[in-house]
């Protein structure tokens, strides 16, 4: 049975969250006003998409409109917005037998990519599907090619004393070496919010890298989602020298962006101390999961900092699809002016 498929609007912002909230796909960035935020700051137009089947949505999709120049780009989540996975959220997840639950999602698949061709007629498509949603068949079916991120997870369960004990050796005594050194740690609010985007400002400009996302972006994510948002700052000697912004989800506490290197080399570096306090308030505070976000990545007999804290591994699926001139365009950008402009950046500094 074919999907309709409707553009929502402000007036479907509960229904919209409702269908977020009951489906283990639904993130905090697919929550509306977080999606409006975005669109307000990436240069994009959202398309918010439901899917309606005999009158009942069955999922839904927020897609996000690009042009630059005669190529028009459609992405979920949209670059530079610090999001780090959207795509399709299905509902009748837990109430579904599978086989009805994968028509609903092969056929809202379908209906979509029929209005990205006619209606947005877009010839490059990314969309990164929620860790929840581990089916990329759909997509791969259409034509899309994939590839795969990593999230690192902490069950909190085992009990503070088992998680500390999970730690390398290395990183136990980091965390004690900072202790005593003085280094303490501190939830903070929108102050030391603030102070950690400057911190990763002045470290990206340290490796010859911009900031892509605005502060202002930053100030009215806060604004809307202060009661999700936790911050956490590291202080030596009264100063701030680090920090991170996590934010917790239903039963999960996830560890989003931050831990800048202090600008003065610190040992041991506050970040073992950092991440272990975050981790210790989620689980104080009733999380079940500690998500470290994309922060484990693909390359052989590469060590990835986080995998000190003795993780399981998660893996969540970009799909892409999109004409050969886009193709081209892409791969020229990447691998011709990107490395151009960084070469560039670090020559005039």
């Known amino acids: 049975m074919t999907v309709e498929i409707?553009?929502?609007?402000?007036?479907?912002?509960?229904?919209?969250?409702?269908?977020?909230s009951e489906s283990p796909q639904g993130t905090i960035f697919h929550?509306?006003?977080?999606?409006?935020?975005?669109?307000?700051?990436?240069?994009?137009?959202l398309f918010p998409l439901i899917g309606i089947q005999n009158g009942t949505p069955i999922g839904i999709l927020p897609l996000f409109l690009q042009k630059k120049g005669i190529v028009r780009m459609v992405f979920s989540p949209p670059p530079h917005a610090s999001i780090l996975y959207l795509g399709?959220?299905?509902?009748?997840?837990?109430?579904?037998?599978?086989?009805?639950?994968?028509?609903?999602?092969?056929?809202?698949?379908?209906?979509?990519?029929?209005?990205?061709?006619?209606?947005?007629?877009?010839?490059?498509?990314?969309?990164?599907?929620?860790?929840?949603?581990?089916?990329?068949?759909?997509?791969?079916?259409s034509g899309y090619t994939y590839e795969l991120q990593y999230d690192y997870i902490i069950d909190l369960s085992i009990g503070l004393e088992s998680l500390f004990r999970t730690l390398d050796k290395n990183g136990r005594q980091n965390i004690n070496r900072a202790k005593k050194k003085g280094i303490t740690v501190e939830v903070g609010g929108k102050n030391e919010y603030e102070k950690i985007f400057d911190l990763m400002v002045n470290r990206y400009t340290e490796?010859?890298?911009?900031?892509?996302?605005?502060?202002?972006?930053?100030?009215?994510?806060?604004?809307s989602f202060r009661d999700y948002?936790?911050?956490?700052?590291?202080?030596?000697?009264?100063?701030?020298?680090?920090?991170c912004i996590d934010f917790r989800y239903r039963d999960t506490h996830f560890s989003w962006i931050g831990n800048p290197k202090p600008k003065k080399p610190i040992s041991p570096s506050p970040n073992d101390l950092l991440i272990w306090e975050s981790v210790r308030y989620a689980h104080e505070h009733g999380c079940r999961y500690y998500v470290t976000m994309n922060a484990a990545g693909d390359k052989r007999l590469h060590s990835?900092?986080?995998?000190?804290?003795?993780p399981v591994l998660q893996a969540h699926a970009t799909v892409k699809k999109y004409s050969r001139s886009a193709g081209l365009l892409e791969k020229g950008y990447s691998q011709v002016i990107k490395p151009i402009r960084e070469r560039f950046r670090k020559f005039i500094q």
């Open 304 to 310: 990835y900092y986080v995998s000190k804290f003795n």
């Open 229 to 243: 948002l936790k911050i956490f700052i590291a202080k030596s000697e009264g100063e701030i020298i680090s920090g």
């Open 88 to 141: 399709p959220v299905m509902a009748g997840y837990d109430t579904l037998k599978q086989e009805k639950w994968e028509m609903n999602y092969i056929g809202f698949q379908t209906s979509v990519e029929h209005f990205i061709s006619r209606e947005l007629k877009a010839q490059y498509v990314s969309i990164s599907l929620s860790p929840a949603l581990q089916d990329p068949r759909p997509f791969i079916w």
């Open 207 to 223: 490796q010859g890298k911009n900031v892509t996302e605005s502060r202002q972006y930053f100030s009215d994510l806060y604004d």
């Open 31 to 45: 929550q509306w006003n977080w999606l409006k935020i975005t669109e307000k700051h990436t240069r994009t137009t």
């Open 6 to 20: 409707r553009i929502a609007n402000n007036a479907d912002a509960q229904e919209w969250n409702r269908i977020i």
